[in-house]
């Protein structure tokens, strides 16, 4: 075993990020360390000694996954190889269980001890999967403050370690700025599927608002990874659009009265930013008739979960529409009132999350399996 190896492995595009966030860390600690891999640019740009690309992988839905599997075995037949070769001291799985959770018995197999960063949501579907982190996962990194209780309750070793999207977004400056009453945040998301299917939705609903609101500003904001060309061919370019770099999205996001956002993490970093967000989601029908079944939680968006209770109005698929999303905006619009009560609710969520670094309490834990084995 190669005592200055670690691998991480991660599929989505926040995860990279979070990722590239662990490695500096790592590294800060231990410049003599390697790091191994399945990752996006964020991480390439630390260094990760690259075996497969995290965006070749990015994918939504059952339908989705199927048609891309040969790729996807592929690439686990590279990594098997690679990690049997290699034999990193820790593999650090992020998110993504229907790929990492092959990784995780290929590394039972190996001996490889396996810390799990941005665990699969088994408290909200398929619990079915708690008896596979019993047996192949060696502990958990808790993002979400009520994780560690739920792991801990089935005979997991968890720690909360707070959630690193605090991280990227510097409050200190951020609360300085005022949101506009003439300004709506679009975030279509970070996956060009989820991209392609909502972002014209939303397109249409603010050229529609646009009549009721004639000053109204829409800042189409670019996710991490994806490139702007590729945002303009569903929202074609007119005098009511700006379109956002990634780089400057927290300080439009902000400045926003309201955002129109696919669900992900982007909800999360609009309610620590006490932005109102209208929710939207659309899957394949095979892929959201599957979820309807395994899942077990009332809410998608995690501020709703968070908070329990449903402070973001969602709306799932064949109610993710131009209708909707219009009324649903012109009641904020119309009730400055109301929106002021949700940005008092979403003052909470920060409360919850704490303030404590994820990246360096799950440093802390790296460094402790590394140093004293399984």
């Known amino acids: 075993m190669n005592k200055n190896l670690v ?11 979070y990722g590239a966030l662990l490695m500096q860390e790592l590294k800060r600690r231990r410049p003599e360390l390697e790091i191994m891999g399945m990752g996006g640019p964020a991480m390439r740009e630390q260094g990760l000694i690259t075996v497969s690309r995290s965006e070749d992988i990015s994918l939504v839905g059952l339908t989705e996954v199927f048609t891309a599997l040969p ?47 941005i665990a699969p949501q088994v408290w909200a579907w398929r ?27 089935n005979s997991i070793l968890a720690d909360f370690v707070g959630h ?36 014209p939705v939303f397109s249409r609903s603010a050229d529609l608002l646009r009549r009721d609101y004639p000053d109204m500003i829409f800042n189409v904001i670019q996710a991490p990874g994806i490139k702007m060309d590729f945002l303009k061919q569903y929202c ?13 999205r927290h300080a439009f996001m902000k400045k ?21 967000a209208i929710v939207a989601y659309r899957l394949s029908w095979i892929s959201y008739l599957v979820g309807r079944m395994l899942i077990h939680v009332k809410y998608i968006s995690m501020p709703n979960l968070i908070l329990g ?30 929106t002021a009560r949700v940005r008092a609710r979403l003052k909470k969520i920060k409360d919850l999350l704490g303030n404590k670094s994820a990246t360096i309490s799950c440093a802390d834990l790296v460094f402790e ?5 399984k």
């Open 7 to 17: 691998w991480i492995n991660v599929c989505e595009p926040s995860a990279d990020n």
């Open 71 to 117: 790729r996807i075995m592929g690439y686990l037949r590279d990594i098997k190889a690679r990690m049997r070769k290699d034999r990193p001291a820790l593999l650090i799985l992020m998110d993504a269980p229907d790929f990492n959770f092959r990784l995780a018995k290929m590394a039972q197999s190996l001996k490889i001890p396996v810390l799990y960063y």
């Open 127 to 153: 619990k079915s999967r708690i008896k596979f982190l019993q047996k192949y996962v060696d502990r958990i990194a808790c993002i979400l403050p009520f994780e560690q209780d739920f792991f801990q309750q």
């Open 164 to 199: 690193p999207v605090m991280e990227g977004l510097s409050l200190p400056e951020l609360d300085k700025i005022a949101a506009r009453k003439n300004q709506i945040a679009i975030l279509p998301g970070s996956r060009k599927k989820e991209i392609s299917t909502l972002l």
């Open 236 to 248: 074609p370019p007119k005098p009511w659009f700006r379109f956002i770099t990634s780089d400057n």
């Open 256 to 276: 926003s009265s309201l955002a129109l956002a696919a669900s992900g993490t982007v909800t999360l970093e609009c309610a620590i930013l006490e932005v109102p």
């Open 309 to 338: 209770r449903e402070v973001f109005p969602e709306l799932i698929q064949t109610r993710a529409n131009v209708d909707n999303i219009v009324s649903s905006s012109r009641a904020w619009l119309e009730s400055p009132n109301e």
């Open 369 to 373: 399996l590394m140093d004293k084995g």
